[in-house]
Nanobody
């Protein structure tokens, strides 16, 4: 079993930055893929960014390109999301997800494990 724990969320003003972290514990072995999703109130969960260490690929949703950066430490089972120039519309619960198979998927169905999420609130 894999456990995912996010941290780093909080309240920030428009234009500010936050760095989210996700730590995977348990049997997080193999060629796994990790990703960030977010869900704003009243909206569907949406893909933000994902990383595959085995395939050396990174993908971003179009709406965060140039604004967010995903990175990680494969050996330490850590993933980060650096978020800059935050806007009120970035307010959401951000969750990390993991799958031990395949490549970066942009839908929730592509992931087997999920964290509880961390709230990001951007004030105007």
């Amino acid at each position: 079993q894999v456990q995912l724990v996010e941290s780093g969320g909080g309240l920030v003003q428009t234009g500010g930055s936050l760095r989210l972290s996700c730590e995977a514990s348990g049997r997080a072995w193999g060629n796994y893929v990790m990703a960030w999703f977010r869900q704003a109130p009243g909206k569907e969960r949406e893909f933000v960014a994902g990383i595959s260490w085995s395939r050396d690929t990174i993908e971003y949703a179009d709406f965060v390109k140039g604004q967010f950066t995903i990175s990680g430490d494969n050996e330490k089972n850590l993933m980060y999301l650096q978020m800059n120039s935050l806007k009120p519309e970035d307010t959401a619960v951000y969750s990390c997800a993991l799958t031990r198979w395949g490549d970066v998927a942009t839908t929730s169905k592509g992931y087997d494990y999920w964290g509880q999420g961390t709230q990001v609130t951007v004030s105007s």
